[in-house]
């Protein structure tokens, strides 16, 4: 791509979807997406289950509630924030004010840092309760497949909002900014220090006269 602030194009430039899409974070955007998705669905489709004496479904993390909540809540969430950031990074070319570029990457920072934490707590967390679980709560093994499908796409959704690629600069997911412009202007206006014979009265021909 062209230089532009932060590592997008020219402000006002036209948006390339086959470029948009090619772009490696928003690649990692998309599977942090699909990954959410995979995790929600997995608990709500079969992450209840009841014994065969009873009718209410429990959690099939080790019958803990807050386990199947913090999985649906943080895959929602995560999923939600996607969209919003493949929009921003759609939209981001048109952003004019280098301020602005530069909150919507401090903020694209912030956010991934933040969801990798919470995808890591979740991994851990239900791990440790899928462990714990007992067999007599779930003598069918109902859902085992979803319970362990959370628990990878969780472990994977850790890297996915943590990744930076390494080719950018000062840590941030778009490569630094120089205006080509600027840069005209600068070389236009700056001027070459005179050699340091110029004032050397041999070599410009000056001669001293005697009185």
């Known amino acids: 791509?062209?230089?532009?602030a932060f590592g997008a194009g020219k402000a006002g430039g036209a948006f390339d979807p086959q470029a948009f899409i090619r772009q490696p974070h928003t690649l990692l955007r998309l599977l942090s997406w699909v990954f959410s998705i995979v995790v929600f669905g997995s608990i709500v489709n079969?992450?209840?289950?009841?014994?065969?004496d009873e009718t209410?479904?429990?959690?099939i993390f080790n019958r803990n509630h807050n386990a199947c909540n913090y999985g649906i809540t943080v895959g929602v969430l995560a999923f939600l924030s996607c969209l919003l950031y493949l929009a921003l990074d759609a939209y981001f070319p048109q952003i004019s004010?280098?301020?602005?570029r530069k909150k919507a990457v401090l903020s694209d920072i912030g956010v991934s840092a933040f969801w990798?934490?919470?995808?890591?707590?979740?991994?851990?967390?239900?791990?440790?309760q899928w462990q714990a679980s007992k067999e007599e709560d779930n003598p069918m093994n109902e859902g085992g497949d979803a319970a362990r499908a959370a628990i990878t796409f969780s472990f994977f959704s850790i890297f996915t909002w943590d990744y930076m690629d390494p080719s950018q600069d000062s840590g941030m997911p778009y490569a630094p900014y120089t205006n080509e412009e600027?840069?005209?202007d600068a070389v236009g206006t700056y001027q070459q220090p005179p050699p340091a014979d110029a004032f050397d009265t041999e070599t410009q021909g000056y001669q001293?006269?005697?009185y």
């Open 1 to 4: 791509m062209d230089g532009g």
């Open 46 to 52: 079969e992450g209840y289950v009841n014994r065969l």
């Open 56 to 59: 209410q479904e429990h959690c």
């Open 97 to 100: 004010s280098v301020k602005d």
């Open 116 to 128: 990798a934490f919470l995808w890591f707590v979740g991994f851990c967390f239900l791990t440790n």
């Open 182 to 184: 600027d840069a005209t």
């Open 208 to 210: 001293t006269q005697n």
